[in-house]
């Protein structure tokens, strides 16, 4: 089902999502909309490179979002913003629902590439990357999943990840190097399988 | 797994796109639509009254100026018959509570001369 063009001239692109936020708290759903289009893809895209699961990913879009909306009455403008929040909130949901796989998946089940046409190998070397490594950041202390996964597959600088982490940048660098550390040793053997030859 | 491969790994997964499709979309719309909080419905003039608080709630169900006059009335009826008791009323404390003995709470005696 579509979603109805709700936008109206009080929410435009120039309109910050604190102040869309707010004016959602007060009755424009016209606001949620925009928030929506400019939140959703974010939201899904990180969620759906940490557990490299559409359906999850999706299930984590929704969940985050609808916190967004419940959190909103309560939202100050300028304390916080929006899209930091949203980046610790599917943080911690993620590593949640990756902590609860790792109790049922051992290292050795991770997926292997399969053959197939060359596209269709293609596309599943890539799947089979992604769920290597979401099942080995499910092997990772939280923290450390969160801080290499904040850095290294959404691309935020340290002192970002250390707002949205609530933490000092030191700590930051600290579990970042850790992370990367453990995700190698968890990795290791598994080069030439994943596909990444020695040149 | 070395280094250069860990990051050429961490690359692959970090250009992963993902467009949310449009029932994904309006299930979010949805809830938006679902947990927005609606402005609170002016009270009627009967909860307004509910709402005034205890003493309005104790007022009403004691009758209400009604109920209250007439108990005030007995009140003061019972006060009276306790410091006056009618005649035809001795009989009936003298079969309950026995023969009766007035005692006077003052000194029979003029104690400060005040007679004189």
Known sequence: ???????????????????????????????????????????????????????????????????????????????????????????????????????????????????????????????????????????????QAQAVSLRHLEGLSNPDIAEVMQIGVEAVESLTARGKRALAALLAGRKNELGYRDD | MDDAALDALLADVAGTTAAPGDDLMARIMADAETAMVRPAPVATAGEAARDAGLFAGLWAALGGWAGTSGLAAAAVAGVWLGFAPPESLSGVSEFIWGQSESVSLFASEDVLGLEG
Do not use: F, H
Not at chain 1, 100 to 127: K, T, W
């Open chain 1, 1 to 143: 089902m579509p979603v109805k063009d709700l936008r109206s001239t009080t929410t435009t692109e120039a309109t910050p999502d604190g102040a869309l936020l707010v004016a959602y708290a007060n009755g424009d759903l016209s606001a949620a909309q925009e928030l929506t289009r400019r939140l959703a893809p974010r939201v899904l895209a990180q969620a759906t490179k940490m557990l490299a699961d559409r359906t999850e990913a999706e299930d984590v879009t929704q969940e985050a979002l609808m916190r967004l909306w419940k959190i909103a009455p309560d939202w100050r403008q300028g304390e916080a913003e929006v899209s930091t929040w949203l980046y610790r909130v599917v943080a911690n949901m993620c590593t949640d629902r990756l902590r609860r796989r790792a109790r049922g998946v051992a290292l050795d089940a991770i997926a292997e590439p399969e053959d197939g046409s060359p596209s269709v190998a293609d596309q599943m070397q890539d799947n089979a990357r992604r769920k290597a490594l979401s099942d080995a950041l499910a092997q990772l202390p939280e923290r």
